[in-house]
């Protein structure tokens, strides 16, 4: 069930003494331990569409380990065993509720995801390794043409964590909220007003071949924006569309000094970054080298993996997922202290994620997480409460 986001919320919420949406937690006090099993998630449909809901909750049972699935109840089933070619799974889907309608189900204690999805249930098979998640940048995925999207949560002793995602594609919209300890209620993820189709028509105007993301079905039905890492995986978006910026960034460190500041709590632990003989070397107070990078390709950029790899630890990963939000947000050329925290300055190069920029751009609290460590500087769309009385998940408006 990892993802790329997955590991990114494990890595920073490490750093931070805690880990969120698939991840490990400081064990909380004992008074802290009052998260029950299963909480209630209220499913609200507010997206004036006709067709069925469905609804799955899948994930890993954090109490064992084991892969599985849970009814509207909150009771946990494990998957039956995989094979090569993979088999279908079981049935895992819950009836959501119709337009204008809500709904509530029973969420466990899981790091997972909640699908859902219109007109049609998803496709999902078993392999000997586990569940085969949609991989919609396949164009012969089963769930190809169907209209779906997903969030994610983790559900422990120390709370929920629930956010809304971007990170793999931009599709069907959708809200997460949650009921805090005090009453109080805090969501994330709402559009602003004509965002929707807004997204698409700015992928659509951008140079460069930003257009080739926008997935639509034979019947017209626009499903899905792929992001920029699946869409150069896939071929929709050029493998160089970020090779002028990355050069540049290449250039300038060369002469000049990167600062990473990468912890927020620990303002005197800094890293230095100077490029030498095509490498991007890091070096501490001391001056000893503790970390080095090849100059990355977009992949490397959009997905923060391969040449940005960000291990979980206290060096490279916290490093990497630094330049990473400073890749994506065109931010390492006119800042040579990072990260590069005020919102002001993101996406301001020709050269950038306009993928990431038009969905901030067009969310109406500015926060997504249009790619793995959207969280820097806190400009993610996740809500957690360390004892939570309710969470939410709404099917917004297609406008």
């Not at 300055?345 to 793995?372: C, E, L, S, W």
Request: proline share 7%; net charge neutral; glycine share 10%.
């Amino acid at each position: 069930m990892r993802t790329r986001l997955t590991h990114r919320l494990l890595l920073t919420a490490a750093a931070a003494g805690l880990v969120a949406a698939g991840l490990v937690v400081q064990a909380p006090s004992r008074a802290e331990a009052a998260v029950p099993d299963t909480i209630p998630l209220t499913l609200t449909n507010n997206s004036g569409r006709g067709e069925a809901v469905y609804v799955y909750t899948l994930g890993t049972l954090l109490s064992t380990g084991q892969q599985g699935w849970a009814d509207a109840s909150g009771a946990f089933h494990p998957w039956p065993a995989g094979s090569v070619p993979p088999v279908p799974a079981p049935d895992a889907s819950i009836p959501g509720p119709a337009a204008g309608q809500s709904k509530t189900i029973r969420i466990p204690k899981l790091s997972g995801r909640i699908y859902f999805s219109y007109g049609r249930k998803l496709d999902f098979r078993l392999a000997t390794g586990g569940l085969v998640q949609p991989a919609v940048q396949n164009p012969s995925d089963p769930n190809h043409d169907i209209l779906f999207n997903w969030s994610e949560y983790t559900l422990n002793d120390a709370g929920l964590w629930l956010n809304s995602t971007q990170v793999d594609m931009f599709s069907a919209p959708y809200a997460v909220g949650v009921q805090r300890a005090d009453g109080s209620t805090v969501n994330t993820g709402h559009l602003k007003p004509g965002g929707y189709n807004g997204v698409f028509s700015a992928l659509r105007a951008q140079s460069g071949g930003w257009g080739g993301l926008v997935q639509t079905r034979s019947d017209g039905t626009v499903l899905r924006a792929l992001s920029p890492g699946h869409g150069v995986e896939s071929g929709a978006l050029p493998a160089s569309v970020m090779d002028d910026y990355i050069n540049r960034v290449w250039q300038k460190y060369a002469t000049t000094t990167l600062t990473v500041t990468p912890f927020a709590n620990q303002p005197n632990t800094k890293y230095f970054g100077r490029v030498s003989g095509g490498v991007m070397n890091f070096t501490n107070g001391s001056g000893a080298v503790v970390t080095s990078f090849q100059k990355p390709d977009a992949d490397s950029v959009f997905g923060c993996h391969k040449l940005l790899d960000a291990p979980n630890d206290q060096v490279r990963g916290p490093i990497s997922r630094t330049l990473c939000a400073g890749f994506n947000r065109s931010t390492l050329l006119v800042n040579p202290n990072q990260p590069d925290t005020s919102s002001a300055a993101f996406y301001q190069d020709p050269v950038t994620n306009h993928y990431a920029r038009a969905i901030h751009d067009r969310m109406a609290d500015g926060k997504a997480y249009a790619f793995a460590f959207d969280d820097v500087g806190n400009h993610e769309s996740l809500v957690h409460d360390g004892s939570p009385r309710q969470a939410y998940l709404t099917l917004d408006p297609f406008s």
